[in-house]
């Protein structure tokens, strides 16, 4: 996928919340880049916009599952994803992040083919 910048997939270009570090919004860029390059950007938008009124508690059933996903995978991202998702601002970022990630490639699918 090109950006206009010639880089990597840039999503939301407004500021992150003051709560959210670059670190942690770099990571949720990651995620909403790995979501649309599945082709589930639109599911993942329907869903996480459904789930916001419950946001905190599925975070807090992310922290509840760690030791499960602990067996299978390395959980560090995973716990670190599930801090980032309590906030309810955060939750809306990776939102932001995956409509203009996805805005982006349907862009540049329109040029490639004109």
Request: charged fraction near 25%.
């Amino acid at each position: 996928m090109t950006t206009r910048s010639g880089g990597t997939p840039h999503g939301c270009r407004s500021a992150p919340p003051a709560t959210l570090s670059t670190a942690d919004d770099a990571l949720l860029l990651d995620l909403a880049v790995k979501i649309d390059s599945k082709g589930l950007a639109a599911p993942a938008v329907l869903w996480l916009e459904s789930l916001r009124p419950v946001s905190f508690l599925g975070s807090q059933l992310m922290h509840f599952l760690n030791p499960f996903v602990r067996m299978l995978y390395d959980s560090d991202t995973f716990e670190r994803l599930a801090r980032i998702l309590e906030d309810r601002e955060h939750l809306e970022r990776l939102l932001c992040h995956i409509e203009c990630v996805a805005a982006e490639r349907q862009s540049d699918r329109q040029e490639d083919g004109s």
